[in-house]
């Protein structure tokens, strides 16, 4: 057996016992072959998993700033709209959610489109715990103006690059503490803070979803997962055991082609989506699957500066991404 099948079929069976623990569900085995089990069905040892209480939906989703029109809002909440786009993720600066973020709402109120999460950046791996407070408290009016929104979260990174305290007590202070304070606030405001596994070079720890998972169950309310098929693809021996293990805590999905982490479908048949679409089907998820990735140059100038495609351009391989993740996602 090659390594990577024995650790896919290992991950998959990690996340399928995970996620049926999380559950509640039960092992039974019987003593009619080598496993103890009597099902007709062949082997009976793993975990049973509930089937979701509502079939998955692809609901399609581009962050504000990837949207091909001009940083008005009518006009982008128009375009994803007229192109068949469920969600919009939205930044996370408070300055922008109090001025454009209220007038998104508004607007959203008269249309079908949802309000995906927030995402912008944050650490909490400093050395002194002032500057950890500080970034605790930065965010309190962000999950403030959230909830007022009715964004479904806001997403959080404990600590990127070199952090200045140790693994096990970076992971200890934003469980009980920084993170838990800020779940804490997030429920009362009526959202969450949903925790995203990054790669490695970008972070320390939290790099598999299942870990962001476990996190969450141990901050508990107003703390949830997501997973971003860039960062996946180097950190998950598989998509689909790592939407699996998340389960019912998966609140949000980033989505970028595989090789340059571009608009999915522009790295050819490296961009195969389908074995994490089975895995969103498996649990039923319904949340966004959110464009996080840029636009591919065309080439460059004389002076060696990248040639940027335009709007139409932009709008072309948007519409070639949308057949392509339908297509998968039927095939899943």
Known sequence: MKRRDFLVGTAASGAAAFYAASAGAACTCGPACACGSSSADGCDCMPKLPKPKQPAVLNLCLQWGGIPTADDVNAKLDYLEANG???VEIPSQLSWLRDKGVKVAESL??????????CGPSRFDYADPAKCDAEVEK???VLEILGELKSLGLIICPARGKPEVGHKELRESFVTNYGKRLAEKAAACGTE???EPLRRGETPFLRQVADGAKMAQEIGKGCSVMGDFWHMRWEEPSFFAAFVAAGPLLRHVHIASLGNRKVPGTDGALDNYIDGFKGLKFIG???AVSMECGYPAKGKDARGKAIMPNSKEKHVLLEKMCV???EQWAQA
């Open 85 to 87: 786009y469920a969600a």
């Open 109 to 118: 109120k008269q249309r079908k489109l949802f309000l995906a999460t927030s």
């Open 139 to 141: 965010f309190m009016p």
């Open 193 to 195: 803070i949903v925790l």
């Open 285 to 287: 998820y319904r949340g």
């Open 324 to 326: 392509l993740l339908r």
